[in-house]
């Protein structure tokens, strides 16, 4: 395993340990600036990942530390989400994870996610593939839209913005974390996933490294491929798909080629 993954994996297994002193669906929580909620796990874990990540030199980027501008000059740079799927964290429902990305010149080239109430480590990175627990797994082989496997939102589907694709030709299963998901196509378990709806750059850095490394494809809104370390660390949305069925996504989206 190369050394990021090595720091990646000691850095989730740390979080992991941390989590311990807390209980998903027991744990109080308050809410930031803008209305997401945030509890002392999130803050906790976050402490971990930026005591064992970064070495000098490297730019930092998480939800739970404010911003430095100093990360645009960084040619790598570490994002972060301490705990992704904080809502169903505080609700108890097992689809959150901690997601660690690192990003090269605007590329994510390695990440990892590790969902402790699923007992699932996906770790992976460009040109090592990705592995679920210690085991290599590979992207979704499907080449047909027809009954695909697509993860959707939970707040989005709550909110309307999947009604247009109930009477398509894909399957939907409504799953909690942003980076939950991606992993879950990494690992062949889904077959596609997409938010069409701004989310930030800690959402989905890690994720995208997992697809990327798997043989997925993963690109915007306007149909190229996603940047990361932006200024503004807000996107416009993204979509991750098995390579096989990369063409009839982009048809069903709407999305140029």
Known sequence: MNPDLLKIEKALLRAGEALEAFTAGEIDSVLKTGGDPVTAADLAVNE??????????????????ADNPDRLQRHRVWVVDPVDGTREFIAGIPEWCVSVGLVEDGVPVAGGIYAPSRDQLILGAIGEGVTLNGHPVAISPVTDLRGALVLASRSETKRGEWERFYGSVISIRNVGSVAYKLGLVAAGLADATWTLVPKNEWDVAAGAALVTAAGGIVFGLDGQPVRFNQPDPLMSGFIATAPGIEEQVRGLLEIPG
């Open 48 to 65: 971990v990942l930026a005591d064992t990540l970064p070495e000098p030199g490297d730019g930092w980027l998480s939800e739970e530390t």
